[in-house]
């Protein structure tokens, strides 16, 4: 009778390393994913938009920023008619910032600070 109690015993325990693992590589692989995050050339822009009528578009203009590579962080301020974008300036310009908007069918103009 200990014999199969210690056989499932050891199973579970073999199980459980592997769970931990699997989990440990996970987060390593996460965390080399940040570690490149933080190491690129972010920029930031403000843009005035032309063109949105409702915050459907807003939802439209940051769905092209969140599908395109290269930009970190897209958000628009509908009440303001402003897109505040993060990107890497290693991959994009601010006329590549641009082209998303006007891709949607809107218009960018970039606010100088």
Known sequence: MKRPFIFIVAIIALLAVACDDTANAEAAEAQAEADEATQTNVASVQLDIEGMSCVNCAADIEEGFEEADGVV????DFGERRAYVDY???E???DDVIAIVEERGYQATLLED
């Open 73 to 76: 962080e897209g958000r628009i």
């Open 88 to 90: 890497d300036a290693d």
């Open 92 to 94: 994009l310009s601010v």
